[in-house]
């Protein structure tokens, strides 16, 4: 069964460092998003793309992240500085594109800012 | 904006027992709404996804159901097991960008 990769699975930076992670998604899946997740609550949409434009990055805080979808497959999203309150799992998802489908979640990248 | 509440937060049950996880939100114009798993450090499993269409949906031991007009869907799971320990989360999908707004999730243990 197609799965949504992600790596790492794990990175510990130091804040004010850069730090990227990377995702995947299920082959075919024109719809791509990031998803941030703090510790005991519900994920968050940071960015949203359809093929390789930006949807919806209006949660995304454009100072410090970016999140790039070239070729309309992999993502790549990138944290430059790191700061403390940025610890949190990093989830990646896509989905066909319409309302209709269901988002398919990666394992994601639990980042931990020291 | 789409706010999503569940109730409750955590449950601990026996083995065996059927149980009912809620969820409630404030917008009715969804599209549909999607209950998801989620284990200790890993990422999320779809377990059943209900169109605005549909009241329920059901695979295996696990059914929902969906009152759109009233903004409440609920997960009922039969016959619980070990294995169902984990968290819950269900989120809606509203808007034109097939956006998924998350509640917090329960935490549910079922205990031998």
């Known amino acids: 069964e197609a799965e949504v990769a992600q790596s790492p699975r794990y990175k510990i930076t130091e804040k004010s460092q850069a730090v990227a992670f990377w995702c995947d998604p299920i082959s075919g899946h024109a719809t791509l998003y990031w998803y941030r997740q703090i510790l005991g609550q519900g994920p968050e949409l940071l960015v949203q793309?359809?093929?390789?434009?930006?949807?919806?990055d209006s949660q995304l805080p454009k100072d410090r992240f970016s999140a790039e979808r070239l070729k309309g497959v992999d993502s790549t999203l990138k944290i430059q500085p790191a700061e403390l309150g940025d610890s949190a799992m990093y989830l990646c998802a896509s989905s066909p594109s319409g309302q209709a489908y269901e988002q398919y979640f990666g394992p994601g990248t639990r980042l931990t800012v020291t | 904006k789409q706010e999503v509440t569940q109730i409750p937060a955590a449950l601990s049950v026996p083995e065996g027992e059927n149980l009912v996880l809620n969820c409630s939100f404030t917008?009715?114009?969804?599209?549909?709404l999607q209950w998801f798993r989620q284990d200790p450090g890993k990422g999320l499993t779809s377990l059943l996804l209900i169109q605005s269409s549909q009241r329920e949906q059901t695979s295996g031991r696990l059914n929902a159901s969906l009152d759109k007009s009233s903004g409440r869907s609920t997960l009922y799971i039969a016959a619980s097991q070990p294995g169902d320990s984990a968290t819950y989360l269900c989120a809606v999908r509203t808007g034109g960008g097939n956006k998924l707004t998350f509640g917090t999730g329960t935490q549910l243990k079922v205990e031998l």
């Open positions: 917008d009715s114009a969804i599209y549909n």
């Open positions: 793309f359809q093929d390789e434009s930006v949807v919806d």
